[in-house]
């Protein structure tokens, strides 16, 4: 695999361990340096989200889904380029168990189990997004205010528009429809990033 916004693998070892050799990255996580500093704004948000949803839409073509996409698995390098890393959890579209992902990260189809496809991707971008324009971890916040192990199966992600009024409808709109607990209600990936390089 190689793509400008995906992390690089060079090779694969089974001695002494198991490991992977993987370029460096010298930047920080998404997660990092948007909850240490603001939240990103328009610009910057569309620019992050038009990169990502390239990297995801080429692991798409290679018949990949990467199925944990959160803001600790973007690593921000100087000039302002997103590198989606950690394919821990990459697998072709198709049937999969309950639960493979991170918690408060998963789509709905995943949590649930069963046949999962590009649309999952889908989520994962809107709730990065989401939570890089907002600061906060939407769905961390619903699972303590329900008390809930699987927020999004018992309410919906509170909208982007409403949050981030000032932020140009289109895209509030976009991000808030990848969040649709409908898997066939969501955009595609290639239309968020059109949304996101219009931006």
């Known amino acids: 695999l190689a793509h400008p916004h995906l992390v690089r693998a060079y090779d694969v070892l089974d001695v002494p361990r198991p490991a992977i050799v993987m370029e460096t990255l ?4 998404l997660e990092h340096l948007v909850h240490e500093g603001r939240p990103l704004g328009a610009s910057d948000l569309g620019v992050l989200g038009a990169q990502l949803a390239s990297a995801v839409g080429y692991l798409h073509a290679e018949g990949i889904l990467h199925l944990d996409l959160k803001p ?13 890393i950690d394919l821990s959890h990459a697998r072709p579209p198709g049937r999969a168990r309950a639960g493979g992902g991170t918690w408060c990260f998963m789509a709905p189809e995943q ?50 528009r409403g949050l981030r009024p000032r932020l140009p409808r289109r895209l509030t709109e976009a991000i808030d429809a990848c969040l649709d607990p409908d898997p066939a209600a969501r955009p595609a990936v290639a239309e968020l990033r059109a949304v996101c390089d219009a931006v």
């Open 26 to 29: 010298t930047g920080a996580t």
């Open 72 to 84: 600790a698995n973007v690593v921000a390098e100087a000039g302002g380029r997103a590198k989606l």
């Open 111 to 160: 949590v649930r189990g069963g046949e999962l496809g590009p649309a999952a991707d889908a989520w994962g971008l809107g709730l990065v997004l989401h939570e890089s324009a907002t600061g906060r971890a939407a769905l961390l916040e619903l699972a303590e205010a329900l008390d809930s192990d699987t927020p999004q199966l018992e309410a919906r992600v509170p909208p982007l």
